[in-house]
Nanobody, 119 residues
Framework: QVHLVEFGGGLVQAGGSLRLSCVAS????????VTWYRQAPGQQRDFVAS???????YYSDSVKGRFTISRDDAKNSVYLQMNSLKPEDTAVYSC?????????????WGQGTQVTVSS
């Protein structure tokens, strides 16, 4: 069993920065794939960034160059550093942890943290 908790959301002005944390328990983050998603009211859940157990990193085009995903094995955490924030980045951000069991993915979700970017 994997449990994930997000921290770091808040209110920030456009152009500002926030760092989100996804803290895992029950499994080492080095052994799972972790993905950040976001969802604005009335919108679908969108992919933001991911880091695999093999440390392969991917970003959505909308955040590439502004956001950075990283992993700290000692703290069993994955971070999302968000710079140059825009109002359109406003959403609930959630982290997903994925384990592979018998060739099938098992997903775990955090509770989400609100990010609000003012104009």
């Amino acid at each position: 069993q994997v449990h994930l908790v997000e921290f770091g959301g808040g209110l920030v002005q456009a152009g500002g920065s926030l760092r989100l944390s996804c803290v895992a328990s029950g499994k080492s983050v080095s052994s799972i794939d972790v993905t950040w998603y976001r969802q604005a009211p009335g919108q679908q859940r969108d992919f933001v960034a991911s880091i695999s157990s093999g440390v392969s990193i991917y970003y959505s085009d909308s955040v590439k160059g502004r956001f950075t995903i990283s992993r700290d094995d000692a703290k069993n955490s994955v971070y999302l550093q968000m710079n140059s924030l825009k109002p359109e980045d406003t959403a609930v951000y959630s982290c997903n942890g994925r384990r592979w069991v018998a060739g099938r993915p098992i997903d775990y979700w955090g509770q989400g943290t609100q990010v609000t970017v003012s104009s």
